[in-house]
């Protein structure tokens, strides 16, 4: 192994063990807001318990987030920093919006949320509460807005990076930076907005919101469900059940239709990445295949079972299944993304967001004919549901990281002015304009070498191995101690939280002062 690679598993391996928790958190905040929202306009405290047993949940998930995801950043800068010279102008601003408004907004209110409830107005817990969950999401959009201009990059330009030299006379002045014998650029924002909104930021977000929604409400019904299977906590397993199963079926349906538009949208800008994924080597007709396993050497499917024409039905909704769709042989096989990995991820995620939706309709049907519970397969099928929805959910990031490969930042593309192919150079194959882009190969830092990648992926490996056991640990046992009774309101404490605070402080001094101590 090199270190491109070894730097690449590394960075693959944390991001995939953190990117657990932010979709946790994202579907768990609006479950919280639907909770919090009830309990408001009906007054019933079930509501307000069912909300608390899952804000619990929530902490621990933004905690062990928190902790897992400060160690992307440095990676960035040990083992990506040729990549971090190339946009940390655009990462900066987007990494620096994501602190302020996201992460302030998110672990700001959650204090009160967590401690709160008995020392705010209700109003002012509502709204912290909202707080708290748009706080998740605004996260989600700053960094879904980084990540879909590496894929689309737009409002920027490249700029070579200058510094300072002295010349044989003694003066100095400016030159490009050459290391190796290359000259060090980065790109420079000269619009904002159309960075933010690049052509791939509004669905990739759509979709990945959708995706959040999805764990966090699985994960509600995992455990709701398990509570009945159990005959515990009967009435807050059925409401959270109830509610979570109306958000699952919603953001399952709503993927589907969003992954649709996604698809054609990947084709547009990155038709070499829906190629991988489709394993479709020839242009011309698209077939749909179902079923094979891609062979990138002799570029054909062993095993194809595919739809005829169904690839050319997908990417331009076009009935007569014929029309051309772009293929690998476009591309310079140096330029092409490696087939197996996001041929299967592509598959896993497609296969069981089928079934979320199928698995979420059955249940309200049942549910709506009042039968659910007697359908105890279906109950445990919601129980162990949350595992295929996460693989779901990592898959879908998998197929869209390795498919961007051999690229951390990848060239713009260009069509003809018809839109119907590409625009090719003399050799019959397009060709990337390498300036406006990275290879992952020139991204990583000179200066590591292979043993030190090596150690570093088995420290970090290690590490995150003791906070999954810790984060299991402590989610099994909240989960085994299921919902309390909420504590009882000082109708008497009418300062809230300042007052409490005071109350400390005043036992703090009677204490000193009986101990004998200065004040």
Known sequence: MDVVLLSRLQFAFTIMFHYIFPPLTIGLGIILAYLETRNYLSKDKSFAVACQFWTRIFILNFAI?????????????????????????????????????????????????????????????????????????????WIIVANSWQQTPAGHHIVEIMREQTLTDGTTSLAPWVVDGVVQRRAEIV????????????????????????????????????????????????????????????????????????AQNTYRYQPEKLAAFEAHFDTGRGDLNLIGWPDGEAEKIHFDLSIPGGLSFMMFDDFTFSKKVVGLDRFKKEDRPPIIIPYLSWRAMVGFGGLMIVLTGLGLYYNYRKTIQNKRWLLWSFVFAIGFVMVANQAGWIAAEVGRQPWTVHPPIVWTDDGTDLVTGPDGFYNY?????????????????????????????????????VWIMVLDRKIRTGPTPLKEHDETDTHGIRHAAMDRQHARLDKEEAEGGSI
Not at 89 to 97: E, M, N, P, R, T
Not at 111 to 132: P, T
Not at 441 to 458: F, I, Q, Y
């Open 191 to 262: 619009n904002f907005w159309d960075l933010v909104f690049n052509p791939t930021t509004v669905q990739r977000l759509s979709h990945t919101l959708l995706g959040a929604a999805a764990v966090g409400a699985f994960f509600v019904l995992s455990v709701s469900a398990y509570y009945l299977l159990k005959n515990r906590h009967q009435q807050f397993a059925k409401q959270s059940f109830n509610g979570a199963l109306v958000l699952a079926f919603i953001a399952s349906l709503g993927l589907g239709i969003n992954g649709h538009t996604q």
């Open 433 to 469: 304009d390498e300036t406006l882009g990275l290879r992952t190969s020139n991204s990583v830092s000179a200066a590591v070498s292979v043993e030190e990648a090596k150690t570093s992926l088995a420290l970090f490996t290690l590490l995150y191995l003791a906070l999954a056991a």
């Open 65 to 141: 987030g928190v902790a897992s995801g400060i160690v992307m950043e440095f990676q960035f800068g040990t083992n990506w920093a040729t990549y971090s010279r190339f946009v940390g102008d655009v990462f900066g601003s987007a990494l620096a919006a994501e602190g302020i408004f996201a992460f302030f907004l998110e672990s700001g209110f959650l204090a009160i949320v967590a401690f709160g409830r008995e020392r705010v107005k209700r109003g002012f817990y509502l709204f912290s509460v909202y707080m708290v969950a748009l706080g998740s999401t605004f996260s989600a959009i």
